[in-house]
């Protein structure tokens, strides 16, 4: 599997024109004992659930809890192909069998701090 994390990282000049993020799936065999979801979380592009270094620190801990407070599993089945904006965490969790995907990104031409403040 792969941690929790974003494909885009702020202030970062290597993928900061990441905006949207694909994954397309080829595995025709797949079960759910396979595991290996991955999982989107939604909430995390929402610039009021981001915490702030201005935040205090009980306001910090709430936003974090609101940003992973949705769930959305995709299954790795064949033909199957997931879009998500670039700056949402994700992650895919840990497999029993080999998983064969492709990922790749859509990029835009302005820094995300213009679209996405967090």
């Known amino acids: 599997g792969y941690v929790r994390h974003r494909d885009v990282k702020l202030g970062s000049k290597e993928n900061e024109k990441r905006r949207i993020s694909c994954t397309y799936y080829c595995n025709k065999e797949w079960s759910p004992e396979d595991a290996g979801e991955l999982v989107v979380y939604p909430k995390s592009r929402d610039p009021r659930c981001v915490p702030r270094h201005s935040d ?3 306001e910090r801990k ?9 769930e959305v599993f995709i299954q790795p089945k064949a033909n199957t192909i997931a879009f998500f904006q670039s700056h ?6 840990p497999m029993n069998s080999p998983r064969v995907a492709f990922a790749f990104w859509m990029y835009g031409p302005d820094s995300l701090d213009r679209t996405f403040p967090g």
């Open 62 to 70: 709430e936003k974090a809890r609101a940003m992973f407070s949705e």
């Open 56 to 58: 205090m620190m009980e």
């Open 88 to 93: 949402t965490y994700h992650e895919v969790l």
